[in-house]
């Protein structure tokens, strides 16, 4: 069965770096669009970025954009979020999921990141 597993999330310096990383299993991690989402307490899904299958296109809520590159590596079966210049707005509880979007798809168990000094 499909299986995505996030992990590098944890607490961090306003201004630090964090990359979180997404481990595929049970599907064909290739053929799919991926996507990051985060949610914060009291506030609504949100699409941070997505890729699509080989990597050549990628998009990027304007809340992130220049901060945060979304990749894959198809070998690995591996998505990647680099998260640079972290500022405590950006703490949340972050997905990656098949698809492109804040619903359906299948979804990680999702690992926090805390900006916070």
């Known amino acids: 069965q499909v299986q995505l597993v996030e992990s590098g999330g944890g607490l961090v310096q306003p201004g630090g770096s964090l990359r979180l990383s997404c481990a595929a299993s049970?599907?064909?991690?290739?053929?799919?669009?991926m996507s990051w989402v985060r949610q914060a307490p009291g506030k609504e899904r949100e699409l941070v970025a997505g890729?699509?299958?080989?990597?050549?296109?990628?998009t990027y809520s304007d809340s992130v954009k220049g901060r945060f590159t979304i990749s894959r590596d198809n070998f690995n079966n591996t998505l990647y979020l680099q998260m640079n210049r972290l500022k405590p707005e950006h703490t949340a509880v972050y997905f990656c999921?098949?698809?492109?979007?804040?619903?359906?798809?299948?979804w990680g168990q999702g690992t926090q990141v805390t900006v916070s000094s």
């Open positions: 890729i699509l299958r080989h990597g050549g296109s990628s």
């Open positions: 049970g599907f064909t991690f290739s053929t799919f669009a």
């Open positions: 999921k098949t698809f492109i979007g804040i619903t359906g798809g299948s």
